[in-house]
């Protein structure tokens, strides 16, 4: 087994600094450490809740797995055997053997070490140099690994529900995008738009733009709104046309308004369409207003 302390920030590491956990007068004990197993060597959990897994999304990861690695190390115990078994991360596992991998990152940890792990992960989420994937990863450990709700996973890092969501959502997107995260070469905000697109395939697509021609994250949230509704931009510019043709309509009639409104001796509101109908309307004061427009009227027969 040879283990890879040396993988820095590296797609194997995420988080290779949460090994490690204050303790007792500032001493530090190793809890957790990221190496690199024979993937034959390792067994699922036979208390694996999830027996069933999506083939499609399998090959999918496979295939993102065969191009960039593994972005998040599964995590599992060691066994008296010398075997591992998985504690998280059977899909990652799955996937991998399907891409024909020998071997695999992965967190080796006791199964006595819970209450240690949960100390290092917490302290490790108060770390300011760590980036939103990082973040994220380390929301997801202390979820699988240590059986936390959202909600106790809130209180334990002293942030709101929706923040911690909001992270871990982030774990949904394809690995490139995380990646494009860890690297800043796009915002948490950009991200965040990204999560309103369906497919990974439409995500990617949109990344590789913001890339390419500095999209903020507004111009963002207006693709992925144009995106999920195709007919938004027709429609839209549509309304601009209308909007510029009344603009020329209202210029046409405002002589004939201002004629009118001579003639009548009264404000005349004129209004028209763009499909050609309209109204006018000649408002009256008084009873004796009224007969002096309808005199004007008839005078006009």
Partial sequence: MSKKHALGRGLGALISDADEVNVVN??????????????????????????????????????SIKQIGIVQPITVRELPSGRYQIIAGERRYRASKLAGKVKIPAYVRSAEDDTMLEMALVENIQ?????????????????????LTQEQLSEKVGKKRATVTNYLRLLRLPAEVQIGIREKQISMGHARALLGLDDSETQLMVFD???KYDFSVRRVEEVVRELNNPHAAEEKKQKETDKAENKK???EFSDLQKKLANHFNTKVKLKCTTKGDGKIVIPFKSDEDLERILGVLDSMN
Wanted: aromatic share 4%.
């Fill in 26 to 63: 500032n001493s530090r004990t190793k809890i957790a450490n990221i190496n690199e197993i024979e993937i034959n060597n390792v067994e699922v959990n036979p208390f694996q809740p999830r027996t069933q897994f999506d083939e499609e999304a399998l090959v999918e990861l496979s295939t």
């Fill in 127 to 147: 770390r300011e140099n760590l980036d939103a994937i990082e973040v994220a990863i380390s929301y997801q450990r202390l979820i699988d690994e240590c059986s």
């Fill in 209 to 211: 733009q913001i890339i």
């Fill in 249 to 251: 309509l209202k210029e």
